[in-house]
């Protein structure tokens, strides 16, 4: 639990502050066997922050098992995602954030493109399934940047993607920022949202701009050949309702 981090945007260490908390492989795998888990969601922040942790999981794992986790795109290489491979993990959730390295130095995102170019092509290598994390509206963001954003997501071999928008969650930085310059739109704390609501104008983009860059992000990347596969192979009969839902507010519908 927790993260070493200090992105901008989140809220974990306003929480957990910058000191994560581990359990021991054995504990962990212990639980796995006594509840007879099948499938399972690592919901750790960064379920790769301490590799020999991860390969001590690895190692134990019993056999037959299917995960998925979160993770960073510098905290993993191909070797460790191989090892995740053969203990059953099928897919990781990885933080791109932004296409453009100024927005993520301007975040405190301590991690580049090209790292989220190589973390991909890592994790395919593995044999792996990818979500791609993203975030619109960081600070610094103009509509240039989101351009590049989208172009990234479009860019890498991501099989299903997510695209937030930045939230000015009390006691991040960009709360801080975003207050001291006066660009926060609401004080409602229903609109401190990352999916729905986009509430900081910034002086080259407006929450306004956001929103529609939102829309487009989901349009272009679920409209294309990879998105529409994913719906196709994600949908059931009793989805119904739910993906009219999701395409009503994230595809401008």
């Known amino acids: 639990r927790g993260c070493a981090f200090r992105c901008s945007y989140c809220r974990t260490t306003v929480a957990w502050q910058t000191h994560p908390r581990f359990r021991s492989p054995e504990t962990i795998i212990e639980e796995i066997t006594r509840y007879r888990l099948k499938n399972i969601a690592f919901h750790a922040d960064i379920f790769t922050l301490r590799k020999e942790q991860v390969y001590r999981i690895c190692e134990l794992m019993p056999k037959r098992i299917r995960w998925v986790a979160n993770t960073r795109t510098d905290t993993i290489d191909l070797p460790l995602l191989k090892a995740m491979k053969r203990a059953g993990c099928w897919q990781l959730f990885v933080g791109a954030e932004s296409g453009n390295d100024t927005v993520l130095e301007a975040n405190r995102k301590q991690a580049t493109v090209e790292q989220t170019r190589q973390a991909v092509r890592w994790i395919k290598e593995a044999g792996i399934r990818v979500h791609g994390y ?19 997501s479009k860019e890498l071999p991501f099989d299903e993607v997510n695209f937030a928008v930045s939230a000015p969650y009390f ?73 009219f839902q999701v395409a009503k507010n994230h595809l401008g519908l």
């Not at 993203?134 to 990234?152: A, K, N, S, V, Y």
């Open 134 to 152: 993203f975030m619109l509206g960081l600070i610094g963001d103009t509509p240039e940047t989101m351009r590049q954003t989208i172009r990234l």
């Open 171 to 243: 006691g991040t930085h960009f709360y801080e920022v975003a207050s001291h310059n006066g660009w926060i739109t609401s004080e409602d704390w229903e609109d401190f949202d990352q999916s729905q609501s986009a509430i900081v104008d910034q002086p080259r983009c407006s929450h306004t701009q956001v929103k529609e860059f939102q829309k487009r992000a989901y349009r272009e990347w679920y409209l294309s050949w990879r998105g529409l596969k994913f719906l196709a192979d994600a949908w059931k009969p009793r989805y119904t309702q739910f993906f």
